[in-house]
């Protein structure tokens, strides 16, 4: 089998799969390619899917979700502290449903995504919900602490990847993700801060495992592997192992930074 060993340009970075006019046509990821997503997801704990949808249908999305930004604003959030994950910088908000001309399927039911969660997490995942990220415009300085996505004591191996939809650019001044690759393959939730009667969230149990990471765990990773951060171009899909340790960062520009998120299991 052909090696796959295409990786980003930089020193370290996740594998970027490229589409093929031959992928295109089938529908499917030729076995190479299928190939660079798994050895991404089994050694990296994310890959970015190039190309794989229509940017028209990202700047529609954006359109609308920047738009309803406001309203969410007010709605949810008006008078919290916070937003998400102890900062002011971005919200959660998922991409409308209950628009017909809104729902894509390039955007719910990727050809390309869907092989992938079929070859990583086993035959028929299922997608079980539906979220997304705005990392507000203006928001210079403000960025999350490293985290990972549970709060409970996970399984160590593959059981949960989500899909993000970039829909717009993701650079290093509007925000892109900040990855602590290859953290999926080791963690647990010792890796974790323990909530108190202080911070425990919503239903959580007080001694149970918070999101953040321990910050003297944090730097001893960093001497093994160092962050990077995780741009991508509109119509991108980001594939991230849910154990994968990560952080928000700020969003410098006038333009909601968004990106529309399916979770499967």
Known sequence: MPSS???DSKPDGPRRVPLSATDVKNGTYSTPALQMALEGLHQDGMVILKNVVDPEHCDILHKHMSGDRDRILRERHAGAKVYNQGVKSNILQAPPFTKPELLF??????????????????????????????ALAGTGGLRQPVHKDTRFRHPKCP?????????NDFTLENGATEFW????AFTDERDQTVATPE??????VVGTPSCPVLEDVIEAR??????VRATMAKGDVMLR????????MPNATDEDRIMVAQIWM
């Open 105 to 134: 399927e390039d955007v719910h039911f990727n050809p390309f995504v869907v092989q992938v969660m079929n070859a990583y997490l086993g035959h028929l995942p299922k997608w079980i919900m539906s979220t997304g990220n705005n």
């Open 181 to 184: 690759l290859g953290t999926h």
């Open 222 to 227: 960093r001497a093994v592997r160092p962050p």
């Open 5 to 7: 060993t295409l990786k």
């Open 241 to 248: 192992d849910f154990r994968c340790w990560h952080a928000g």
């Open 199 to 204: 911070t425990a969230f919503g239903k959580q």
């Open 159 to 167: 059981f949960v990847i989500v899909s993000n939809t970039a829909l």
